[in-house]
Nanobody, 119 residues
Framework: VQLQASGGGLVQAGGSLRLSCAAS????????MGWYRQAPGKQRELVAA??????NYADSVKGRFTISRDNAKNTVYLQMNSLKPEDTAVYYC???????????????WGQGTQVTVSS
């Protein structure tokens, strides 16, 4: 399973960006899709996750970010509105998935996409 993330960039505070992450390869089922971020000198943290139709968000992004998924396209999205300079980080997508029905689930990571919010 390979994940390809896109959509990062430079935006002014208050602006919006939409991240996408598409999975390819041998995929039997995707259980959880999520977005993490890592700012310089900080640990990677969970931003948002989606399991079925249930979503979970970090407190710092609630009301500003929205995670969604397109099961037919094996793709997860992160709509980021009202961006703040403290949202600046490398954003990574993560899927917990099974590549075949005979295997247990594994975690797969995208390559990371830079989001920079200027003040």
């Amino acid at each position: 399973v390979q994940l390809q993330a896109s959509g990062g960039g430079l935006v002014q505070a208050g602006g919006s960006l939409r991240l996408s992450c598409a999975a390819s390869g041998s995929i039997f089922s995707i259980i959880v899709m999520g977005w993490y971020r890592q700012a310089p000198g900080k640990q990677r943290e969970l931003v948002a996750a989606i399991l079925g139709s249930a979503t979970n968000y970090a407190d710092s992004v609630k009301g500003r970010f929205t995670i969604s998924r397109d099961n037919a396209k094996n793709t997860v999205y992160l709509q980021m509105n009202s961006l703040k300079p403290e949202d600046t980080a490398v954003y990574y997508c993560n899927f917990r998935a099974r590549s075949t029905k005979f295997e247990s689930s594994n975690d797969y990571w995208g390559q990371g996409t830079q989001v920079t919010v200027s003040s």
